[in-house]
């Protein structure tokens, strides 16, 4: 029998914000699935199109960017240019087949760490009923 | 620099479609440094390919390949067996580079990833600014270091048009008056006069006009 | 009677038929000419067109840019510059000679416009630009639509003081407003054009937009017949023809033959 169809997420979180957001629903032991897999970065500004796509390329399901609160970046600027960068690479997305609901930008502080397991959780869900990427592969 | 951006992506996978084993060859000079057709670009861009064939179950096999630059012999030479190995070379250099590529390697189908826009350089990191139209006849010295044939959106050689207002462009108030900014070094260089005195009509010839150009150092020429 | 070159960049029945048509109805029409469309090979060929069919005035503008019109895509020509067109027709009727240098035989007889916008920046430049306008050629001017006065007097008087009021006839140019939107459109919206708050404001607490416009234009007229300098007025009533002879008997000016 074919094994129920677990997505892999990964999530690209900022340091200053998102990753302590992730580390902080950790120590309060709130539950969240399992799938997902954290990539530390220094600021959600340093997310490129290359780094979506590669992960998509080798079977990825969804990609969750989080990033600190507008305004609140700690580099200033780096949030927003996550967002341009997300907005353009969800419209290749959407044109290469991968859908542009596979990626997902989400703003996520420190002192959230309930908000951060909720938001795996609902992407889970989110991809759980889309299925699993088209390309295929074993991320 | 020479500037360019990527296609859109709809237009470079039908550029793609008949193909099945392609070298995307990105170009290491100015498009790198704008961001549109190097080393990271060809990856990314690569990436994509790859998922939409997968998505769409057809057989593509991408090479990715960078070098130096696509506009000179010497470099491109050096990718023959790489060009020998597949059915078309998706360039993402300039239309320059594209057409060298071209020029050398006739017999393969060669796709242009990007649009060449302009001749440019960066007014901050992410925008680039037009500044040069390649006419063959350079006023630079005269007009500010400003040029009037690129910046002007009327090509105007005597001045600002009755649309000048505020220091911003008829046609879009993003746009600088080419002209407010010629009048104001002048001016502060005491040398209005060349924008006094009457300017006649420019020979075009120089400007492509007078067919594709062609520059020769005779001295240099070796059959 | 001025008749556009494609005015804004929009398609429009050609200027010099249009002219040809008026003088056939003996209304003696300024024909607008742009340098937007054609290169100077088709410039010097519709000019000795626009002469055999009659046309004497012909006005040299360098032509609102593509971007505003109905074609956008368009690619634009501006090989010559207004300026350029100055002295290439007036080297054509003077000195029978084309831009190239070749000679022709019998010339066209032109009276050159030129237009001048006293509203546009730099302003210490525009009287030096007016300068080089009457030296390539100009015969007139036309200026760009008043709504501030006191600037146009400005200009004027610089022009005076620079000798170049006796050089060149100069008509004021006046464009009736019908509305407070419309004068805020034209402030804001239309590159080189200054209107002053006290007219918004005149136009907004009017009962009747409509006449206060026509008002405002018949005592810009008034003003414009007053200075030393100005030899008369060019009433752009845009899609608003029939109030031309409205505004020119309220401001006392003489009745002409002929159809308006």
Known sequence: ?????????????????????????????????????????????????????????????????????PGECHYISGNERAEERVETAKAVAEIIGIGKDRIRLEWISASEGLRFAEVIEDFIKEIRAKGPNPVGGDA | MIVGERKPMGEILE?????????????GTCVTVCLAGGEREVGILAAQLRIHAKKEGKDLQIEEHTIERQCENEWVDEIKSRVEGVDAVMSMACGVGVQLVAEMYPEKAILPALNTTFMGYPVQHGTWLENCRGCGNCVLHLSGGVC?????????????????????????????????????????????????????????????????????????VVD | MNITDNQTAIVRLSSIAAAALFIQQG????????????????????????????????????????????????K????????????????????????????????????????????????????????????????????????????????????????????VYILGGVIPLKSAGAARYIKNKVAGMIVPDSIIDRMKNASDGKAEGIKIAIETVRRLKEMKGVSGVHIMAIEWEEKVSEIAEGAGLPRRSGPA
């Open chain 1, 1 to 69: 029998m074919k094994a129920p169809f677990e997505p892999k997420i990964l999530a690209f979180c900022c340091n200053w914000c998102a990753y302590s957001g992730a580390d902080l629903a950790g120590t309060s032991r709130l539950q969240y699935p399992p799938n997902v897999k954290i990539v530390r970065v220094m600021c959600s500004g340093r997310i490129d199109p290359g780094h979506i796509f590669r992960a998509f390329e080798t079977g990825v399901d969804g990609i969750l960017v989080a990033g600190c609160h």
């Open chain 2, 15 to 27: 550029m793609i479609a008949p193909h099945e084993k392609v070298l995307l060859l990105g170009c």
């Open chain 3, 76 to 167: 634009n020509v501006f090989d010559i510059d207004s300026m350029n067109l100055l002295r290439m027709l007036k080297d054509m009727r003077d000195e029978k000679r084309f831009e190239c240098g070749d000679e022709m035989d019998v010339e066209p007889r032109l009276f050159l416009g030129a237009a001048a916008n006293p509203f546009a920046d730099p302003f210490e430049f525009r009287v030096q630009r007016l300068a080089k306008k009457i030296d390539a050629g100009a015969d007139f001017i036309q200026s760009q639509g008043i709504y501030d006065i006191e600037r146009f007097e400005k200009w004027l008087d610089a022009a005076r003081d620079a000798g170049l009021t006796d050089k």
């Open chain 2, 148 to 220: 009037p044939i690129t910046r002007c959106a009327k090509s105007l050689m005597n001045g600002p048009c009755g649309g000048s207002q505020d220091g911003k462009c008829e046609i879009d108030e993003d746009i600088e008056c080419a002209w407010q900014v010629i009048y104001e070094r002048l001016k502060s260089g005491g040398r209005l006069d060349w924008m006094n005195n009457y300017q006649p009509p420019r020979n075009w010839s120089t400007a492509g006009s007078g067919g594709p150009r062609k520059s020769v150092k005779i001295e240099e």
């Open chain 3, 27 to 74: 209304v003696e029409p300024v024909a607008q000419m742009t340098v937007r469309d054609r290169n100077r090979i088709a410039i010097q060929s519709d000019i000795l067109g626009a002469a055999a069919l009659g046309i004497k005035n012909v006005l040299c503008l360098s032509g609102d840019h593509q971007k505003f019109g109905n074609h956008p895509n368009a």
